[in-house]
């Protein structure tokens, strides 16, 4: 435990104020993932958490744009106009994703080759280099261009609240700008028009939306933290909402309910997730406390990891048959998962996180 707090959760030296209950919410994220794909496969008949799974993924946008945007609101107008900044932004989000996405994606065309089937993502020569022009997203990666092209325009986002903040009422103008965005992205991209794991940020991007506006009144309306109680209150209500979210419940409870709407919710869960991100930070309490814990905080760590190997992990060890392995064969499945997110996060994510060419 010691070595997993001093090695693994070290925080990464170039974010400053780290906030340990935010990497238990990015656990959070990954562990609906994986519940959801356990439960398709049949694993997790009971409860069953088919459905829930894109939720998770909203989560990871809304904290993505949370952190991205509060790191650059808090900077000086000079920063903002220095090209070294923005160097550095272009440099950590590459960074960020794609030493790991590009690994997976050669891993995954040397064995499409030879002929592996039980390989999760199967990408010829085509299909690799549609994934590596971000035009196609196999499975869970479908997430990956979608991230990256919201990095491509967040700068211009806070460019203009960190212009708008400077103005008289500029706190206000700033919030109108982020409701007309989200208002603009809903008519252009109407979520019941979404395909099921589409690449277009379109219609996600009022999720990352919500995002962005946590970091905005957490910067512009600090007064609200000194209401934590009303903030823990909120923060349980909003977790028993997510469970209530749930497909299988609706369906226990003998009601109909499409799982499908879950992946078309943008607006709910990027509202929901951004409010409970501000109820952890502000609330305090078990809420914070749990969110903080070293098991979810790990997750939270190698999330990413996780992320990009659970499938092929649990596709692997289902054609070795680990399923015929008795009572141990679930833990074994989890044990191995986490096991190939570790070494992955070790290897292949932990090196880079604190690579910068601008030391402002």
Same mark, same amino acid.
């Given at each position: 435990?010691?070595?997993?707090?001093?090695?693994?959760?070290?925080?990464?030296?170039?974010?400053?104020?780290?906030?340990?209950?935010?990497?238990? /919410?990015?656990?959070?994220?990954?562990?609906?993932?994986?519940?959801?794909?356990?439960?398709?496969?049949?694993?997790?008949?009971?409860?069953?958490?088919?459905?829930? &799974?894109?939720?998770?993924?909203?989560?990871?946008?809304?904290?993505?744009?949370?952190?991205?945007?509060?790191?650059?609101?808090?900077?000086?107008?000079?920063?903002?106009?220095?090209?070294?900044?923005?160097?550095?932004?272009?440099?950590?989000?590459?960074?960020?994703?794609?030493?790991?996405?590009?690994?997976?994606?050669?891993?995954?065309?040397?064995?499409?080759?030879? &002929?592996?089937?039980?390989?999760?993502?199967?990408?010829?020569?085509?299909?690799?280099?549609?994934?590596?022009?971000?035009?196609?997203?196999?499975?869970?990666?479908?997430?990956?261009?979608?991230?990256?092209?919201?990095?491509?325009?967040?700068?211009?986002?806070?460019?203009?609240?960190?212009?708008?903040?400077?103005?008289?009422?500029?706190?206000?103008?700033?919030?109108?700008?982020?409701?007309?965005?989200?208002?603009?992205?809903?008519?252009?991209?109407?979520?019941?028009?979404?395909?099921?794991?589409?690449?277009?940020?379109?219609?996600?991007?009022?999720?990352?939306?919500?995002?962005?506006?946590?970091?905005? /009144?957490?910067?512009?309306?600090?007064?609200?933290?000194?209401?934590?109680?009303?903030?823990?209150?909120?923060?349980?209500?909003?977790?028993?909402?997510?469970?209530?979210?749930?497909?299988?419940?609706?369906?226990?409870?003998?009601?109909?309910?499409?799982?499908?709407?879950?992946?078309?919710?943008?607006?709910?869960?990027?509202?929901?997730?951004?409010?409970?991100?501000?109820?952890?930070?502000?609330?305090?309490?078990?809420?914070?406390?749990?969110?903080?814990?070293?098991?979810?905080?790990?997750?939270?760590?190698?999330?990413?990891?996780?992320?990009?190997?659970?499938?092929?992990?649990?596709?692997?060890?289902?054609? %070795?048959?680990?399923?015929?392995?008795?009572?141990?064969?679930?833990? /074994?499945? %989890?044990?191995?998962?986490?096991?190939?997110?570790?070494?992955?996060?070790?290897?292949?994510?932990?090196?880079?996180?604190?690579?910068?060419?601008?030391?402002?």
């Amino acid at each position: 435990m010691g070595w997993i707090r001093t090695d693994i959760l070290r925080p990464p030296q170039a974010r400053g104020g780290h906030v340990q209950a935010l990497d238990g /919410l990015r656990g959070l994220a990954v562990l609906i993932v994986i519940a959801s794909h356990l439960s398709n496969a049949g694993w997790l008949p009971q409860p069953g958490l088919v459905g829930i &799974g894109k939720s998770g993924v909203y989560l990871f946008f809304v904290l993505s744009a949370y952190l991205l945007s509060h790191a650059i609101l808090a900077r000086s107008p000079l920063d903002l106009r220095r090209a070294g900044y923005w160097m550095n932004y272009a440099l950590r989000r590459v960074l960020r994703i794609w030493p790991l996405y590009l690994l997976v994606l050669l891993v995954s065309w040397v064995l499409t080759r030879l &002929g592996v089937t039980a390989w999760h993502y199967q990408l010829d020569t085509a299909a690799l280099w549609r994934h590596l022009a971000l035009r196609e997203g196999q499975s869970v990666l479908w997430s990956i261009p979608v991230e990256f092209t919201f990095y491509l325009w967040l700068p211009g986002i806070c460019l203009a609240l960190a212009w708008l903040r400077g103005r008289p009422g500029g706190r206000w103008w700033g919030l109108g700008l982020l409701l007309a965005l989200g208002f603009w992205a809903s008519w252009r991209w109407p979520a019941s028009a979404a395909p099921t794991n589409s690449i277009q940020l379109g219609y996600y991007l009022v999720v990352f939306l919500s995002g962005v506006g946590a970091a905005w /009144l957490a910067q512009q309306w600090p007064g609200l933290r000194r209401h934590a109680r009303a903030w823990r209150v909120l923060g349980w209500a909003l977790l028993v909402a997510l469970a209530l979210a749930t497909p299988g419940l609706w369906v226990a409870l003998g009601a109909k309910f499409n799982p499908e709407m879950n992946h078309r919710w943008f607006a709910a869960f990027g509202a929901g997730w951004a409010l409970l991100l501000l109820s952890v930070l502000w609330g305090g309490g078990l809420v914070s406390r749990l969110f903080s814990s070293t098991p979810l905080r790990l997750m939270g760590m190698v999330s990413f990891s996780a992320y990009l190997w659970h499938m092929p992990v649990l596709q692997g060890l289902d054609a %070795l048959g680990i399923r015929d392995w008795g009572a141990w064969c679930l833990p /074994l499945l %989890l044990g191995a998962m986490l096991t190939a997110a570790v070494v992955s996060f070790l290897l292949f994510e932990r090196p880079w996180r604190d690579v910068r060419i601008w030391q402002g």
